[in-house]
């Protein structure tokens, strides 16, 4: 996903420049910053997206190892009462 984010952002790049050099109209002014704020949003969407997924696999991680930790306070607690 990233190196499709990478490839559209520099073609819109390489676009823009097309156009404001005039070196050929293969694209229009408007379209060219069109298409690289499209995928600079693309791009900015998955890192966060991929951030997000990060924590969220932090936290159930914690999550599990709180209830390991209540199993064996519970599980000592029986012991020292036996």
Same mark, same amino acid.
């Given at each position: 996903?990233? @190196?499709?984010? =990478? #490839?559209?952002?520099?073609? =819109? %790049?390489?676009?823009? @420049?097309?156009? #404001? &050099?005039?070196? =050929?109209? %293969?694209?229009? /002014? @408007? ?10 949003? *693309? *791009? @900015?969407?998955? /890192? /966060?997206?991929? +951030?997000?997924? +990060? #924590?969220? $696999?932090?936290?159930? +991680? %914690?999550? $599990? *190892?709180?209830?390991? #930790?209540?199993?064996?306070?519970? $599980?000592?607690?029986? &012991?020292?009462?036996?």
């Amino acid at each position: 996903m990233f @190196v499709w984010c =990478g #490839v559209l952002f520099c073609l =819109g %790049i390489a676009a823009f @420049v097309d156009s #404001v &050099l005039n070196m =050929g109209e %293969i694209f229009r /002014t @408007v379209n060219s910053v069109l298409f690289m704020l499209l995928s600079l949003a *693309l *791009l @900015v969407r998955t /890192t /966060t997206k991929k +951030k997000e997924r +990060k #924590v969220e $696999h932090y936290e159930e +991680k %914690i999550f $599990h *190892l709180e209830r390991e #930790v209540n199993m064996l306070k519970q $599980h000592q607690k029986q &012991l020292s009462e036996f």
